[in-house]
């Protein structure tokens, strides 16, 4: 579905047409063989912002004003005074001592983003290259409509996104506004652009790795990505970004496909549980299940829900809390600013 009085671009034709444009093949595993990602020494993860939205109930009426949530997202009504973003800065240390920093989404509002890049000096990263890459799990709102605020800093920083993708993000990615979600990106991306495909792992350093879930999920969006990372000695972390795929999914993948998975260290990011109020019975089954998975530090923010996050601690597993600071809803989980590190 397009959005009147615009051409949306065909990725097929984009590919064919545009040298910065990357389609690699994932590697696969074969029969009685998986894939070896390789190690690093520790992971560290930042929130820049885990507050997608301020009210739960002003972004469900946008979305049925829209016409529910099998709407198409660059057409619903958002009001943009109820917009944050979810954002996270991944370090990660190579076995030789290398650091290597990616930002993984840019959120939603524009000024609440700038204020939130500027509190963590992800600003002033992305500025000066040191920040070397974005990460972009999936198309939602609040993922991807600050687009420009990195833009402005960089434009030509690599991106990765998922093949999945809508004709509608390359249009925005190229700088077009969507007047009528409220979506504005004035500035053309110029960098690499580098669409990972569902079916393996696509390795983006040693030890690190990226994984895309082909899947629909709401507001006409599809497919969401990844990553994992071997820390030595350790065992493997996953991080997400919504995590619609869902955490039996991504461990799954792990599972039947990473040489690394023999042990979950950790686990980061939206869990998708509760994003919107309280448990329903299957997503309570899901926590009451993660146990045995054996993860070492759980730090679950985001979309994963506070009822989520309190029925994970009285479980007693693992969780990383927060400072509940810098706009964060509770302390008991990684909020805005806060850090972990895994390693």
């Not at 998986?34 to 930042?46: E, F």
């Not at 700088?175 to 792992?201: M, Q, V, W, Y």
């Not at 899947?215 to 497919?223: A, N, R, S």
Request: net charge negative.
């Amino acid at each position: 579905m397009g959005v009147a009085g615009l051409t949306l671009f065909n990725p097929a034709e984009l590919l064919a047409r545009d040298s910065i444009l990357r389609m690699p093949e994932p590697t696969v595993a074969g029969p009685g063989k998986k894939i070896d990602i390789g190690a690093c020494k520790s992971v560290k993860m930042t929130c820049v912002s885990e507050v997608g939205w301020h009210s739960n109930e002003k972004l469900v009426a946008n979305v049925n004003a829209g016409g529910g949530f099998n709407a198409n997202q660059w057409q619903v009504p958002w009001d943009n005074s109820n917009a944050g973003g979810s954002c996270s800065l991944m370090e990660v240390e190579a076995l030789d001592g290398k650091r290597s920093k990616i930002l993984i989404d840019v959120g939603w509002n524009q000024d609440y983003m700038k204020q939130r890049f500027a509190q963590t000096g992800v600003d002033k990263k992305i500025a000066s290259g040191e920040i070397e890459a974005l990460f972009l799990t999936h198309e939602h709102v609040d993922h991807l409509f600050a687009l420009q605020t990195v833009l402005e800093l960089r434009r030509d920083i690599p991106i990765y996104i998922p093949a999945t993708f809508r004709p509608e993000a390359y249009q925005f990615m190229a700088g077009t506004d969507f007047p009528a979600a409220g979506a504005k990106n004035a500035i053309t991306h110029t960098g690499p652009l580098i669409r990972l495909k569902a079916g393996g792992a696509n390795p983006i350093m040693p030890g690190v790795a990226a994984v895309t879930f082909d899947l629909p999920i709401i507001l006409q969006t599809e497919g969401e990505q990844s990553l994992y990372a071997n820390v030595r000695d350790k065992g493997l972390v996953a991080i997400t970004g919504c995590g619609h795929q869902t955490l039996p999914r991504i461990i799954d993948f792990a599972t039947e496909n990473l040489t690394a998975a023999t042990k979950f260290h950790g686990l980061y990011g939206g869990l998708h549980l509760a994003p919107f109020g309280p448990l329903a019975p299957p997503q309570e089954a899901v926590i009451r299940e993660m146990g045995k998975y054996g993860f070492e530090r759980i730090a679950c923010n985001h979309c994963t829900g506070l009822p989520a996050v309190e029925l994970m601690i009285a479980l007693g597993y693992p969780i990383v809390r927060g400072t509940g600071s810098n706009g964060s809803i509770s302390d008991l989980y990684i909020g805005n600013g806060d850090s972990v590190t895994f390693g």
